[in-house]
Nanobody, 130 residues
Framework: QVQVAESGGGLVQTGGSLRLSCTASGLIFENYHMGWFRQVPGKEREGVSCISMSGGSSYYSDSVKGRFTISRDNAKNTLYLQMDRLKPEDTAMYYC???????????????????????WGQGTQVTVSS
């Protein structure tokens, strides 16, 4: 059974940094494209960033480009999201997503696949104070 778990969220001031981690078990980690979504209560889920199986390619939403960095360590079965220069509008629950479809390559359209095509973690809260 696939299990996904995020960690690293917390409260930080504007301009600060956080690093989120996501571990996944029950699968061959390097065989899956992975990424991060975020959601604020009452709003639609928003794609943040994704990364290819090998880590050789990645994609960022315009709202985080230049501030966030996605990476993965396939030897440790861990996905990361380094978040720098945080803004209050980055406040959200952040979810790690594992794509179950190998043909769903990491790109801007990756975030538009149905939620059922991903395996999700329980989320980690990020709060940025102004």
């Amino acid at each position: 059974q696939v299990q996904v778990a995020e960690s690293g969220g917390g409260l930080v001031q504007t301009g600060g940094s956080l690093r989120l981690s996501c571990t996944a078990s029950g699968l061959i980690f390097e065989n899956y494209h992975m990424g991060w979504f975020r959601q604020v209560p009452g709003k639609e889920r928003e794609g943040v960033s994704c990364i290819s199986m090998s880590g050789g390619s990645s994609y960022y939403s315009d709202s985080v480009k230049g501030r966030f960095t996605i990476s993965r360590d396939n030897a440790k079965n861990t996905l990361y999201l380094q978040m720098d220069r945080l803004k209050p509008e980055d406040t959200a629950m952040y979810y790690c997503a594992v794509s179950t479809i190998a043909a769903h390559f990491c790109s801007g359209s990756w975030f538009r696949w149905p939620g059922s095509s991903f395996r999700w973690g329980q989320g980690t809260q990020v709060t940025v104070s102004s």
